[in-house]
């Protein structure tokens, strides 16, 4: 296949065969390698957990991924950035003249300031488990079982939703941290049933 030709292949694809996935399930990923299913982790503020309590964590994380044949953390920002935002306003106050003006500028640099303190555990976790195709044990019973791993393990964990790992793949491949409700097909919501 040319060059020209691939191109031509690649643009009749669906942004999920460019992914290489094949369903987004309830709980689950499903691609040619095989089910992802993720788990959502509530984390611990370890700033309040005494030196016993951090260590006891930490061997709680290393029991997990001894006890796993494959486990993959993934650790992303679920708030928006306001990185830029901040050197914008840095650099306009500067530049700017008039006293007025620069205050207010100020004003809004400082409520940027004020959001991210308190969106500042905007950490959001997420365990990644591939799922075996095994002879005799179905998916389900498999993923039961390691929820019930990690809920051994003291982890506040719940499965993630079909909406959860959309969302988790929007912030991954897009930084979409805004958007709330992911469609199946680009603006199917605002279709009505008649027509």
């Keep these: 296949m040319n060059k020209a030709s691939k191109k031509e292949h690649k643009r009749g694809q669906s942004t999920r065969q460019l992914m290489g996935l094949e369903e987004v399930t309830d709980y689950s990923l499903k ?3 095989g089910e992802m299913v ?4 509530k984390p611990d503020n370890l700033s309040v957990l005494s030196n ?7 061997m709680a994380l290393s029991n997990l991924l001894r006890g796993t044949e494959s486990v993959r953390i993934l650790a992303l920002n679920s708030r928006e950035s306001f990185t830029r935002n901040k050197d914008w306003y840095a650099e306009r106050i500067q530049q700017e003249e008039l ?12 409520h940027l300031d004020d959001i991210q303190a308190t969106t500042a555990s905007t950490r959001e976790f997420a365990f ?3 799922i075996e195709k095994r ?3 179905d998916a389900r019973s498999q993923i039961a ?6 809920r051994d393990q003291s982890f506040r964990v719940r499965r993630a939703t079909e909406q959860d790992i959309k969302r988790i793949l929007a912030i991954y491949y897009q930084q979409d941290v805004t958007t709330e409700y992911f469609d199946n097909i680009d603006g199917e919501r605002w279709v009505s049933e008649n027509g």
């Design 135 to 137: 002879s005799g044990e």
């Design 128 to 130: 990644l488990f591939q």
């Design 145 to 150: 079982r390691l929820e019930k791993s990690l």
């Design 31 to 33: 691609t040619a390698n």
């Design 99 to 110: 006293p007025a003006l620069r205050e207010l500028l100020q004003q809004d640099s400082q």
């Design 38 to 41: 993720y788990f959502i982790v």
């Design 52 to 58: 016993e309590g951090v260590r006891g964590r930490v």
